[in-house]
């Protein structure tokens, strides 16, 4: 670390790189149960591959579905403590536990799925996704608030871009490879490659945890993060904004779409289109959504940057949403042409959504408010995934996808409301780049000069709107850190 200092430019995008390797492979796991869905719900052999042949499980629909569920239901648990533990306690410990509990999970499940044939199969298989989904969860929050810290009013849409984009290589891969693998290794060995790449987002973490320490301390920043994590308390949840509150519903109500689909689409795309057992085409119409993704998301981040219009952005993806499912449910229009559609909308959502979050919170509560909003989002899918496996259980795919459909009008409503309410408090999202630094200096000018280390927030406005208060907060930091003036 020695050639490197936090004060240059580059700085930042090495600490970008391995953040976003901490997510690759967790990304890659969560979605090998949408790829191999066919080996985990068959029972009985038809394909000419023994290796295959013998290690279906034989889940039912509802069981197969409750792997999502549970993932969903213990992150929506576990990420509201975890983000104000990593918040209290600072990144290094988050990035360890979680990162852990990640390879943890991963390899359990891969464990559950070696004992076929036995009682303890789909519990172990549970417990496997229940510590996974406790450890991914929390790892994105660790991720995103280091995001916000080192990118804080600079790159800071591009960053979570290019971390989206990462992070959805993983899940691009697993729905063009895993199915080829399992083919030729087997299930479970398929599942333990999984858990390998866990393994290597821990060392990622490793990586991380150390350049993000050192930068802090050679930017002469140590003392001000601790100070600001002794004053985060419990009850600042309570000084959360409406826009913040919108912006969490805006994205439950869009990845309820999103998310819950993949999670069944090669079985649905395989049901409805005739395509054969054992094909690996549904797998890579699913994955298309997180193909286009991959492609957009850094370009999207830079736009975003320079534009804003955040808002207008979340409406616009969520209207252009809504005929997606009623394809799906309605026409027989190649489901290709859907879901390349879907991933064109969930990149813009991803884009302007999750780095909107930093704009409407105080930087000491970036972590908390991940927390939270993961949490509803996570309730949200899990929720979605146990419906869609009872609706196409007792009455098919159409009306799952009447659901979903349903889902996304609602996520266009929330968006309206959260547009208009920007509106009234100065146009925080959907201000550009430009009009954001010129109101900060404005806001900094009127409360203290840049040079006045005495700084401490007085009863003021800014008090009680942290999205002034993040922009003062963010504002000063171009002063204190010379990251910034690059």
Not at 58 to 83: D, E, H, K, M, R
Not at 424 to 453: A, F, K, T
Not at 455 to 463: G, I, K, L, R, V
Request: glycine share 8%; charged share 15%.
């Amino acid at each position: 670390m020695a050639c490197m200092h936090a004060s240059k430019a580059y700085y930042r995008f090495v600490v970008l790189f391995f953040n976003c390797m901490l997510t690759f492979g967790t990304y890659f796991c969560f979605d090998m149960p949408s790829v191999l869905q066919d080996d985990f719900q068959k029972k009985n052999c038809t394909n000419n591959n023994s290796t295959a042949c013998k290690d279906n499980l034989g889940l039912s629909v509802p069981q197969y579905n409750l792997l999502y569920a549970i993932y969903a239901w213990t992150n929506a648990v576990v990420v509201i403590g975890a983000g104000f533990l990593i918040d209290k306690l600072g990144n290094r410990v988050g990035l360890f536990l979680f990162s852990g509990l990640c390879l943890l999970g991963s390899s359990l499940f891969a464990v559950g799925a070696m004992l076929k044939g036995t009682s303890a199969m789909f519990p172990v298989m549970l417990i496997g996704r229940l510590l996974f989904g406790s450890g991914n969860g929390s790892l994105t929050i660790v991720q995103n608030r280091i995001t916000a810290y080192w990118f804080r009013e600079k790159e800071l849409a591009f960053a979570f871009g290019v971390t989206l984009t990462f992070s959805r290589s993983g899940s691009v891969l697993n729905f063009f490879l895993t199915k080829t693998v399992e083919d030729r290794i087997g299930l479970s060995w398929t599942l333990w490659g999984g858990a390998f790449l866990c393994l290597l987002g821990f060392v990622a973490a490793i990586l991380t945890s150390v350049l993000d320490v050192v930068g802090v301390k050679q930017l002469g920043q140590e003392n001000r993060v601790k100070q600001e994590s002794k004053r985060l308390r419990f009850q600042d949840i309570a000084r959360f904004t409406l826009p913040y509150w919108l912006v969490t519903l805006t994205i439950m109500f869009f990845y309820n779409g999103v998310f819950p689909f993949i999670a069944d689409a090669s079985e649905f795309i395989k049901d409805k289109y005739g395509y054969d057992d054992g094909s690996p085409v549904p797998s890579y119409i699913a994955g298309s959504v997180y193909d286009v993704s991959l492609v957009l998301s850094p370009f999207l981040g830079l736009l975003i940057d320079i534009i804003g219009m955040r808002g207008f952005l979340a409406l616009f993806c969520s209207i252009l949403t809504i005929p997606v499912f009623g394809l799906l449910a309605f026409t027989t229009v190649h489901p290709l042409v859907s879901t390349l559609w879907l991933g064109f909308t969930y990149s813009f959502a991803a884009a302007s959504l999750w780095p909107s979050i930093p704009l409407v919170v105080s930087q000491s509560t970036v972590g908390t408010a991940m927390g939270i909003t993961t949490s509803v989002q996570m309730i949200g899918i899990g929720i979605c995934n146990l419906v869609i496996g009872e609706v196409v259980e007792h009455s098919g795919w159409k009306y799952a996808m009447i659901f979903l459909f349903f889902n996304t009008l609602c996520c266009a409503g929330t968006a309206v409301i959260l547009n208009i309410f920007d509106q009234r408090r100065g146009r925080v999202l959907n201000q550009s780049r430009r009009q954001r630094r010129q109101q900060m200096e404005s806001l900094e000018h009127s409360i203290q000069s840049p040079g006045d280390d005495s700084y401490e927030y007085q009863h003021t406005a800014s008090d009680y709107d942290p999205l002034i208060k993040g922009s003062v907060n963010a504002s000063r930091s171009l002063y204190s850190d010379p990251a910034k003036q690059e």
